[in-house]
């Protein structure tokens, strides 16, 4: 039970960094793209919507995984609040963007910003639970700033954000129109090697003994393999205009960190240098209360499930207006 609702966590926060990750890189090309109120009105069917996967994942942390929240957030606080004030800042900064001319320049500012502050910090807390989160002599944890200021960890974040804009240049090549689809790949096929070089840069800290500390090197192996693979089949697609072969791998690469966390520290969910940490049945709440929640878990997955099919389905075609 417990390794089925640490499967579900990873599966929730995956299906956000896959569904709202683009959101967040559409955000961060704002500048580089001609037509910006197109590229922006390519998510806008999805927008906002797509958060709902980070809701459930909060809601399962707290729920399933009490004691890993009180752990986490604690010493995350700081990386955490930021990602919020910029999913805050982003989502308002697109939606009265057209409100006012005079301060247009200023709200484009905001919607970079709030792509990239989440972007960088996601990848920060990656990074963060990759290197190793240190132990106090009372087994609680804490996390200060020469805990993030490190190169590995700065990498991650430079990655993840490189990743994000990765995706969302594949989201608008399959969404947008011919023109700017055409200006989103070549960005793309740009970025995916500056993404490829942060994953080379973090592997080759790692094997200097100054990057991740992985419980199962095996599989975060294959799972660092999986990640290279896909920035690589994604460069290829885009280079040859197979737009759909692209987004695939895009969201297969952003679905890579999550799993090394997941899968290559367990059964730790917070894991220190030394190779210990918080495993999975210390942070998971009692039996009674996850075969309670499982009741509530079966029925929302599926309806989130059926919600994103539906709404990709209904807005299947290239976007040519804009639904703000």
């Known amino acids: 039970m417990q390794t089925f609702w640490?499967?579900?966590?990873?599966?929730?926060?995956?299906?956000?960094f896959v569904l709202g990750g683009y959101d967040l890189g559409v955000q961060l090309l704002h500048p580089f793209m001609k037509d910006r109120d197109a590229a922006l009105g390519a998510m806008a069917p999805f927008f906002l919507g797509n958060e709902v996967w980070l809701v459930a994942f909060t809601g399962v942390l707290f729920g399933a995984f009490p004691h890993l929240e009180g752990s986490l957030l604690s010493g995350l606080y700081p990386l955490v609040v930021t990602i919020l004030v910029g999913l805050v800042?982003?989502?308002t900064a697109v939606q009265l963007r057209?409100?006012?001319r005079r301060g247009r320049r200023w709200w484009q500012a905001l919607i970079v910003a709030g792509g990239a502050l989440p972007a960088v910090c996601w990848g920060l807390?990656?990074?963060?639970?990759?290197?190793g989160v240190p132990r106090r002599a009372d087994g609680s944890f804490h996390l200060g700033a020469g805990q993030v200021l490190t190169p590995f960890?700065?990498?991650c974040g430079a990655g993840m954000a490189l990743l994000f804009a990765v995706h969302g240049a594949t989201f608008l090549a399959l969404r947008s129109v011919p023109d700017l689809a055409a200006r989103a790949r070549?960005?793309?096929?740009?970025l995916v090697g500056a993404a490829g070089a942060a994953a080379v840069l973090a592997l080759v800290l790692t094997l200097l003994g100054v990057g991740a500390s992985m419980t199962n090197p095996l599989t975060s192996a294959l799972l660092t393999g999986m990640l290279v693979t896909a920035l690589v089949a994604a460069w290829w697609s885009l280079s040859r205009g197979h737009r759909i072969r692209a987004f695939a791998a895009t969201c297969c690469a952003t679905v890579a960190p999550v799993l090394?966390?997941?899968a290559g520290q367990y059964p730790y969910v917070l894991a220190t240098k030394a190779g210990a940490g918080l495993s999975v049945a210390e942070a998971a709440a009692d039996g009674t209360t996850l075969q309670i929640l499982t009741a509530f878990g079966v029925v929302l997955i599926p309806v989130i499930l059926a919600y994103q099919a539906?709404?990709?389905?209904?807005?299947?075609t290239r976007t040519t207006g804009s639904y703000f």
């Open 6 to 16: 640490l499967a579900l966590l990873g599966l929730l926060l995956s299906g956000y």
């Open 310 to 316: 539906w709404s990709w389905w209904a807005f299947r």
């Open 125 to 131: 807390v990656v990074g963060v639970l990759l290197h």
């Open 186 to 190: 070549r960005a793309g096929t740009t």
């Open 153 to 155: 960890v700065l990498v």
């Open 260 to 262: 090394l966390v997941g």
């Open 89 to 91: 800042v982003g989502n």
């Open 98 to 100: 057209r409100r006012t």
